[in-house]
Nanobody
């Protein structure tokens, strides 16, 4: 059974940092690209970032470039998202996803990130 479990969310002040983790199991982690997708309150899903299976290539939505860093530890089957210089607009539920032929075929349960003073 494929499982994706996010952790590391919480409340942070504007300008602060958080690091999300996504522990995975049930599949060969380094066979797949992985991604983060978020959903702000009352809004649709927004793609945040994708990392290739070797971690050799990373991609970011324009508003996250320079602030967010995606990474992965293939030995630990874990995906990460380091978020710096957080803004109130970054408040959302952040989902870890598995990428399979350009589709997000498995999703975690989500981690709430709230940026507020």
């Amino acid at each position: 059974e494929v499982q994706l479990v996010e952790s590391g969310g919480g409340l942070v002040q504007p300008g602060g940092s958080l690091r999300l983790s996504c522990a995975t199991s049930g599949f060969t982690f380094d066979d797949y690209a992985m991604a983060w997708v978020r959903q702000a309150p009352g809004k649709g899903l927004d793609w945040v970032s994708t990392i290739s299976w070797t971690a050799g290539n990373t991609y970011y939505a324009e508003s996250m470039k320079g602030r967010f860093t995606i990474s992965r530890d293939n030995a630990e089957n874990t995906l990460y998202l380091q978020m710096n210089s957080l803004k109130s607009d970054d408040t959302a539920v952040y989902y870890c996803t598995r990428v399979n032929y350009y589709t997000h075929d498995y999703w975690g349960q989500g981690a709430q990130v709230t940026v507020s003073s």
